[in-house]
């Protein structure tokens, strides 16, 4: 039993099939066996969505299995309700039901395909495959009428002259239609909003829905799936546009839907879902320094990581101490740095918390060009680009002058490459773009309150607070360089004060002198700045 459309639900679409069925059962006197009723309701034979995600891909496995029993039948009220596929694939299918030994019978006419009578009359078949030809040319007259008129809706949109209903893709689960208008379903946009406010923050997508759960809210009505988070975030209909394929042709409509998000707070989404300006932690206790790629060894310029060890030997806080929380050269175990040890991570936490914590030291590190670096990839990529177009325009010109003879396979091949190469530079100035939007939007006012509420919650390792902090750290700097034993290196054995040197997006650079507990010595400006592309930093 199949409908394409869930609506023909409503009629007597599913009571005139079961009929058929029924009364064919009855006059041939075998038992209909209801528990094997296949059913596709809503699923279209023509794309055979039936086959890949219903019930007829579901009897065709077992088929192929040898589950269904020789001799047993298959009704159905015509062939068009078994297929609606291109002639070829349509007639495979019935094939191979025929070839289990199960006898398909369209009730609508009362004929039988078995591999009995289809070898006493071959044409049968012929007649099958007639039917099948004019099933698929009818789905195939219909699709391409129905994308006709959704194409001429979609471009009237955009024109401005069509302001009507498109039904096709899939609308915002948060969204549902009232008398012909869009509204917004409360819980389903709490949920949505609360997603995007973790996933901002660095939560992950299966802690997003833990913590949705936690508040008994739901993206959809289907249960929580981590994948919904992935999904979520690229949606397009959040700043209120709808995308629709048809074909090779893609259409955005703005103003489709009531947006949730401005254009800047999706920039700033897509930001962080290109992973630059999101950096998912781990662990119950968020490293806030490393797991960035931002933070490295003075010593041999190689990344540095956090580990936590021992976290159940915690103190009367609950804090895992901060001899258990260490920082390490990633080269040093295999022989790659010269200055041996690792070092406990708690002092720099608290030097970098406070001297972030005082407007005049951020003053000091804003006060370079921060959009320098994201104005510079943006030129660089928009170059590459237009050189790009000028290859794939002088290859197309001698793919056409060489047509007469034929096109080189070479020729081909090497358009597709161009036409990759210009769909990933296309992506990347985009992304530039959002970088420096995002860098244009930093506003110093207020930051300095921002890593002051931080620094209670980053010492008593408050996730949140941490997570938070991870996200001030990277929008900040560039590059973190780690001494973990000062600059000029202390001997073994003794203890003396750690060296950090903060390079903030822009170029702009500061040494900071710590002492074993975490206090601030001294600070001082880098008369030569680190750059982002040096290997080995120095002071």
């Known amino acids: 039993m199949r409908f394409s459309d869930p609506r023909q639900a409503t009629g007597h679409s599913s009571e005139r099939q079961l009929a058929y069925a029924a009364k064919w059962a009855t006059e041939h006197g075998l038992l209909l066996d209801e528990s094997l009723s296949m ?84 044409m049968d078949l012929v007649y099958s495959l007639l039917v099948m030809i004019r099933a698929h040319e009818e789905s195939d007259t219909k699709s391409k009428r129905v994308l006709a008129s959704i194409r001429r809706q979609c471009e009237g949109w955009i024109a401005g002259t069509y302001r009507g209903l498109i039904r096709n893709g899939k609308d915002p689960v948060w969204l549902h239609q009232v008398d012909g208008k869009w509204e917004e379903i409360p819980d389903r946009v709490a949920a949505v909003r609360e997603g995007l406010r973790l996933y901002l923050m660095g939560y992950g997508a299966t802690k997003i829905i833990e913590r949705l759960t936690e508040q008994k809210l739901s993206l959809t009505g289907r249960g929580p799936q981590a994948l919904q988070i992935y999904r979520l975030v690229k949606q397009r209909a959040l700043i209120g546009e709808k995308e629709l394929t048809l074909g090779s042709e893609s259409y955005q409509l703005p103003g489709y839907y009531p947006a949730l998000l401005t254009t800047a707070e999706w920039d700033g989404l897509q930001l962080a879902n290109s992973g630059r300006g999101r950096r998912k932690a781990k662990g119950p206790v968020p490293h806030i320094l490393t797991g960035l790629g931002i933070t490295v060894c003075g010593y041999c310029g190689r990344a540095m990581v956090g580990q936590n060890i021992g976290t159940r030997n915690r103190d009367a806080q609950g804090r895992i101490q901060d001899g258990h929380r260490r920082l390490q050269c990633t080269s040093y175990s295999h022989g790659g740095c010269q200055v041996s040890g690792s070092v406990s991570v708690a002092p720099f936490e608290r030097a970098l918390m406070t001297y972030c914590s005082d407007i005049v030291n951020l003053q000091a590190l804003y006060g370079a060009d921060r959009s320098a670096g994201p104005l510079a990839s943006l030129t660089h990529a928009r170059q590459q680009l237009v050189d790009v177009a000028n290859k794939l325009e002088r290859l197309t010109d001698a793919m056409l002058a060489s047509s007469e003879d034929g096109v080189p396979l070479t020729f081909a091949k090497r358009a597709r490459e161009l036409e990759a190469e210009q769909q990933r530079l296309m992506a990347t100035v985009q992304a530039a773009e959002r970088d420096l939007t995002a860098t244009a939007r930093t506003d110093i006012k207020g930051t300095d309150d921002a890593w002051k509420r931080l620094v209670d919650g980053v010492e008593s390792q408050d996730y949140d607070a941490r997570l938070q902090t991870r996200q001030l750290v990277a929008d900040t700097f560039e590059r973190i360089v780690i001494y973990h034993r000062g600059v000029r290196p202390t001997p073994d054995g003794e203890k003396g004060p750690v060296d950090m040197i903060l390079l903030a997006k822009g170029g702009t650079a500061r040494l900071l002198r710590v002492d074993r507990k975490g206090k601030l010595i001294m600070s001082e400006s880098l008369a030569e700045s680190v750059t982002p592309n040096d290997k080995r930093p120095t002071a």
């Open 39 to 122: 059913r596709d309701e809503g699923l279209s034979a023509y794309h055979q969505r039936h086959v890949k995600s219903g019930a007829l891909g579901v009897f065709l496995g077992a088929v192929e299995q040898g589950r269904i029993p020789v001799g047993s039948v298959l009704v159905v009220e015509g062939l068009d309700r078994l297929s609606r596929a291109e002639p070829i694939q349509a007639q495979a299918q019935l094939a191979q039901i025929v070839n289990a030994g199960i006898t398909v019978v369209t009730a609508s006419d009362g004929k039988e395909y078995s591999r009995e009578r289809l070898k006493a009359n071959p």
